[in-house]
């Protein structure tokens, strides 16, 4: 659609500099790098400049739509990546609360201590 809108627009400046110049018969020397070019229009030299600028600008919008939608594709799969990672820590068991099963622990632990002891006497 912008592209549509944008054609039409070029058309329309394009008219309305044709018309603007039609009492004009300027002729005019164009430099363009080590090329010469004696006695063209000016209205012929100002809407192949519009041309071109209007293509150019085509072109790098282009490459620019096709950056974002590069862009946008690594972002849906990295959030898509992040929502699997989600479900899955939703899924995960809940840890227990201190005070439930500490005294389990305590044990573990104290038997732990007890055969650190013991290996370092025999050592």
């Known amino acids: 659609m912008t592209l549509i809108i944008s054609v ?22 164009f430099y363009l790098l080590k090329w010469k070019f004696e006695d063209i229009s000016l209205t012929l030299l100002v809407i192949e400049s519009i041309l071109i600028g209007f293509i150019l600008t085509m072109i790098l919008s282009g490459v620019n739509s096709i950056k974002m939608k590069l862009q946008m594709r690594e972002i849906v799969k990295e959030n898509r990546n992040l929502q699997k990672e989600i479900k899955a820590l939703k899924n995960l068991p809940f840890e227990e609360e201190e005070g439930e099963g500490t005294e389990e622990v ?16 025999i050592e």
């Open 8 to 29: 039409v627009v070029g058309i329309l400046l394009i008219l309305g500099i044709i018309v603007g110049s039609q009492n004009g018969n300027t002729f005019v020397n």
């Open 106 to 121: 305590e044990e573990i632990v104290e038997e732990d201590e007890d055969e650190e002891k013991e290996e370092e006497t």
